[in-house]
Nanobody
Framework: DVQLQASGGGLVQPGGSLRLSCTAS????????MGWVRQAPGEELERISV????????TYADSVKGRFTISRDNAENMLYLQMYSLKPDDTAVYYC???????RGRGTLVTVSS
């Protein structure tokens, strides 16, 4: 079965950086389009970035474009999200997702606050 585990969240001050990681198992990671989504308290799920199986096609939501970088390591079955210039509006639980079936495992909480 598909297992996705995000990690790396925490409390960071505005303007700070964090790197999220996602460990994937139970499917052929190197063939899967992956992504990151987030859900802020009381808000709907927001799709923030998608990366193709080979990593050659990447998209970002306007809200994070220029500040976040998605990447993957197919040899290690890992997905990453490097976040810079964090804002309080980035506070949310972040999940990695398998795009074809929407699977998303345990998320990691990012809190941006002074």
């Amino acid at each position: 079965d598909v297992q996705l585990q995000a990690s790396g969240g925490g409390l960071v001050q505005p303007g700070g950086s964090l790197r999220l990681s996602c460990t994937a198992s139970g499917f052929t990671f190197s063939s899967a389009t992956m992504g990151w989504v987030r859900q802020a308290p009381g808000e709907e799920l927001e799709r923030i970035s998608v990366i193709s199986s080979s990593g050659d096609r990447i998209t970002y939501a306007d809200s994070v474009k220029g500040r976040f970088t998605i990447s993957r390591d197919n040899a290690e079955n890992m997905l990453y999200l490097q976040m810079y210039s964090l804002k309080p509006d980035d506070t949310a639980v972040y999940y990695c997702t398998k795009r074809d079936d929407g699977s998303r495992g345990r998320g990691t909480l990012v809190t941006v606050s002074s």
